[in-house]
């Protein structure tokens, strides 16, 4: 197929982009690299640098394009509390007008980046697709919104769309060839990325938004799952999309681990201190949240494979040495 990748600089889509490759697929990237590094773009694919919103210019009809893997937006729930019209902008306006832009050229497959934060505070766990969504943060709100958006237009106009929801993604992609890729935001807010950092002494600590939250040791619950069995996900989802029908699916592990238990798995991959500051909760962080992803597993065939966290940590510092 030929496919046009957005975001295909970042960490997640650059990896699928890779599987694509490799799999045959014709990969068009379209990143405007405001937080991304086209070093991350696989060299067999043809790069545009620009914005989502102006994808009208290379999705035309006579393109070719036979689908879209939507992964381009701002990532941050934290900065999507202090500076909402970004997110607004970055992730709902733009994903309206792909949506227009697609259609208008007749490009009817859409895989769509969606995340757990659609979910907000879970009332139970692990989280299914069928949980209420309540987003408690902005980016999740923004995310959420095109996900509706979808359903109508694949309900409407024939779309074949899947959306998954990722849990937090994390590792890096090693390929057999040596190739890696990983995460590198700017400026970077995720948890084992910056726990890297101290790691390394790039920074001198921890910063740990809150430990009085209703978990066993006080810190968040996340579901750490690994890029590579993440992108996998995405290959199936795109021969599984069925015209006008919008699919969703949760991606992760299943387990949850905490702040705390994620940085002694730092300390014990890298064998460096990892000194921490506590800080007050960050706005906008549910407590726990891990998924039920049995759906992907019955209906795409899907099944995580790199699930140790000491693992997904250890690809993730191989990546960090390689930068640094
Ligand atoms: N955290 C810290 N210190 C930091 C950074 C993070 O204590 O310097 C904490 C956060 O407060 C949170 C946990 O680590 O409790 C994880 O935070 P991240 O920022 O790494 O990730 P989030 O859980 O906020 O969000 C990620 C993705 C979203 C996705 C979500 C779904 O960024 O895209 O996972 O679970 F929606």
Not at 1 to 8: A, H, P, R, Y
Not at 247 to 271: P, W
Request: hydrophobic share 45%; aromatic share 6%; net charge negative.
């Amino acid at each position: 197929m030929k496919l046009l990748v957005t975001g295909g600089a970042g960490f997640v889509g650059a990896v699928v982009s890779r599987l694509l490759l490799d799999a045959g697929h014709t990969v068009v990237v379209l990143d405007d690299l405001s937080r991304n590094d086209a070093a991350q773009v696989p060299a067999d694919a043809q790069f545009v640098q620009g914005r989502v919103q102006d994808a009208a210019e290379i999705l035309t009809p006579e393109a070719g394009f036979d689908g879209v893997l939507h992964f381009a937006g701002l990532i941050s729930a934290g900065e999507s509390m202090s500076l909402p019209e970004l997110h607004w902008e970055a992730n709902t306006r733009a994903g309206l007008n792909l949506i227009d832009a697609m259609r208008a050229a007749g490009v009817r497959r859409l895989i769509f980046s969606s995340t757990a934060a659609c979910y907000g505070e879970p009332s139970e766990l692990p989280l299914t697709e069928n949980a209420v969504t309540m987003p408690i943060n902005t980016y999740g709100a923004t995310k959420l919104a095109v996900d509706l958006a979808i359903a109508s237009e694949a309900r409407a106009h024939k779309l074949a769309a899947v959306s998954l929801r990722y849990f937090n993604v994390a590792g890096a992609y090693v390929g057999a060839d040596g190739t890696v890729i990983g995460e590198r935001h700017d400026p970077e807010t995720h948890l084992i990325p910056i726990a890297l950092e101290v790691a390394a002494g790039k920074r001198e600590k921890m910063p740990m938004f809150g430990d009085d939250y209703p978990t066993p040791d006080g810190t968040c619950i996340r579901d750490y799952i690994h890029v590579t069995d993440l992108a996998r996900a995405h290959l199936r989802a795109l021969e599984a999309a069925t015209p006008g029908e919008h699919r969703i699916y949760n991606l992760g592990v299943g387990t949850g681990f905490s702040n705390k238990q994620i940085i002694d798995a730092v300390r014990e991959v890298t064998g460096a201190d990892v000194p921490v500051e506590w800080l007050p909760r960050r706005p906008g962080d549910p407590a726990a949240l891990y998924a039920s992803s049995a759906k992907a597993q019955a209906e795409l065939g899907w099944t995580p494979e790199k699930t140790e966290v000491a693992d997904i940590v250890a690809d993730a510092w191989t990546f960090y040495r390689r930068q640094n």
